[in-house]
């Protein structure tokens, strides 16, 4: 299906786990974004991608890890996850600069 | 530090009625997007005004954008209960084109 998807949708782990969360776009968009979202601080931005093998730190990277080998694909990787890390994480797409945003159904990852 | 901050935090009205909200902003922007969010849901984006345009339409919505106030305003007209959900501002730098940055959102409760 065309779109922008994220897998697993729910998620359990436990603290000290690696845990990676999985984004896919079909429309072949340059830019591609990780946010958690969290009440009280709206949606902040991990890490974000303007093509693929290039990636940079946005607001809230300690923790987290990105690549980007294919255009479609962005995976994030908890590397040793806490339970600060308890949130929803979004994963959206761009094709350009100045464009709107498509965003994916989002991922809620629970750290016990 | 948060670049959007949308006004009011909540909002709560009658089916029919006209809601409003607010955003304001601290530096100069390439353009300015709306988002819509459905509880449990990811972002949907609504419109996008750059910064050389004053007002936008689509369907039920009108967004203003006033550069020398760094504010804007969304106007959803003859409001409907499927439009109860959290409305965010997000604006695009001209300087680090590539993010968007969101603000923590208005909260909009419309009852039938």
């Known amino acids: 299906d065309a779109g922008i998807t994220q897998s697993p ?6 603290t000290g786990r690696q845990v990676t969360l999985m984004c896919h776009q079909t429309w072949s968009h340059s830019y591609m974004f990780w946010y ?9 931005l ?11 730190k946005g607001e809230v990277p300690d923790g987290y890890v990105v690549s980007r080998s294919k255009t479609e694909n962005f995976p994030l990787t908890l590397e040793s996850a806490t339970r600060s890390q ?6 959206a797409s761009r094709a350009g600069a100045a464009y709107e945003q498509y965003f994916g159904p989002g991922t809620r990852l629970t750290v016990t | 530090s948060q670049q959007g901050e949308e006004d009011p935090q909540a909002l709560s009205i009658q089916e029919g009625e006209n809601a ?15 988002y819509r969010q459905n509880s449990g849901r990811g972002l949907v984006h609504l419109i996008l005004i750059r910064s050389n345009e004053r007002e936008k339409h689509s369907g039920r919505l009108r967004v203003t954008l006033d550069t020398s106030k760094k ?11 499927a439009d109860t959900a959290s409305y965010f501002c997000a604006t695009v730098l001209n300087s680090g084109y590539s993010t ?9 409760l419309v009852s039938p």
Do not use: P
């Open chain 2, 20 to 34: 409003t909200m607010n955003c304001s902003y601290k530096t100069s922007i390439n353009n300015l997007q709306w």
């Open chain 1, 46 to 56: 991990i890490y974000y991608s303007a093509a693929a093998d290039i990636t940079d």
């Open chain 1, 9 to 14: 949708r729910y998620k359990i782990t436990e």
């Open chain 2, 71 to 81: 504010s804007s305003s969304l106007l959803i007209t003859a409001s409907r209960a």
């Open chain 1, 86 to 91: 308890t949130s929803v994480y979004f994963c």
């Open chain 1, 36 to 44: 958690r979202q969290d009440l009280g601080h709206g949606l902040r």
């Open chain 2, 100 to 108: 968007l940055t969101f603000g923590k959102g208005t909260m909009l």
